[in-house]
């Protein structure tokens, strides 16, 4: 059970640290635009595939429907379209960095938003650690000559933002309501595709090119960033705990530079190692970091299933 439940966990960390890869493989033959369409779509159907086999019920709550679609938009479409187009103008290893800002985002906002979440003195040292991180991201050249590249810098933390906000809006209005976390993931990936698909005609223009490496960077942003990793995550929570789960965050952007250096011959230049450490270790003193797994007690399945839900939406680092 060790064994399989460790092989899953390093299995998520290389299907969300790798995104970023697969995104800037597609960006060969596709707009951004068209690599959020196939992203969406791909993974709806991918979610689909889970649903039907770990049995997950589809809510039929219109008014659940209508806050998911606030989630969708906030989670998926928006945060999507800006990393694509960012990747356009940034490496996929720094954008993975970038990425890894999401708790620190979402704590500042919960910060703001939630009366039980005020900010202490290690939460806002983690603050202060991982926005000098950022800094050292963004490099003093992006800020005084700025450019594509400071654009796209911001179009990355403008990402992390609407994350930030999503997550606070689904602990406060969905994750109360006890919903197993695949059914939450199905239903707001499954809007989102929904949104793509009526914008096909304003998106067709130019026509895509799609060759071998581009259709299995598409077919792995859908079917195994999206699809298989909830998968994983949920066994891992069930298994190791929210908290344990969540240490995959400090392993997705080690993941992404790796996979960006190696495999499409990307330059690590002196800031972004640094910026990582900063940003990671922010996140480390924000957070904590995970405590020694415990011996799984069984529970009613009603209530674990709150759980399961808070962490994957702190999770989704679309991942």
Not at 3 to 8: E, L, P
Not at 63 to 88: I, K, T
Not at 157 to 165: E, K
Request: proline share 6%; glycine share 10%.
């Amino acid at each position: 059970m060790r064994v399989r439940i460790g092989a899953q966990f390093v299995a998520l960390a290389c299907a969300w640290g790798s995104s970023f890869l697969f995104i800037k493989v597609a960006l060969d033959g596709l707009t951004p635009a068209q690599v959020v369409w196939g992203w969406l779509v791909l993974g709806a159907l991918a979610l689909c595939a889970v649903m039907a086999v770990t049995r997950s019920r589809i809510p039929r709550d219109p008014g659940l429907w209508l806050r998911l679609s606030v989630v969708s938009v906030l989670l998926c479409v928006v945060p999507f379209l800006l990393f694509s187009w960012a990747e356009q103008h940034l490496d996929s290893g720094m954008a993975s960095i970038l990425n890894a800002t999401t708790p620190l985002v979402t704590l500042a906002v919960s910060a703001v938003a939630l009366a039980d979440e005020r900010l202490d003195r290690r939460r806002t040292a983690g603050l202060l650690a991982g926005f000098a991180g950022v800094l050292a991201l963004i490099g003093p050249g992006s800020l005084v000559g700025g450019g594509g590249h400071l654009m796209a810098e911001l179009a990355c933390l403008g990402a992390t933002a609407c994350y930030g906000v999503a997550f606070v809006y689904l602990r406060r209005f969905i994750t109360p309501r006890g919903l197993p976390a695949v059914s939450v993931a199905f239903v707001q990936v499954t809007i989102g595709a929904i949104i793509m698909l009526a914008a096909t005609p304003w998106l067709a223009a130019p026509a895509p090119r799609i060759d071998a490496p581009i259709a299995l960077g598409m077919l792995a942003l859908g079917a195994l960033s999206t699809g298989l990793a909830y998968l994983w995550n949920n066994n891992i929570v069930q298994a190791w705990g929210a908290v344990n789960a969540a240490a995959v965050t400090y392993l997705t952007p080690i993941v992404g530079v790796t996979a960006g250096v190696l495999l499409l011959d990307e330059r690590l230049t002196w800031n972004q190692p640094l910026g990582a450490v900063l940003v990671i270790a922010g996140v480390m003193a924000a957070h904590g970091a995970p405590r020694p797994a415990q011996r799984p007690v069984v529970v009613p399945e009603a209530a674990v299933e709150p759980e399961m839900a808070e962490a994957e939406v702190e999770q989704r680092v679309v991942r």
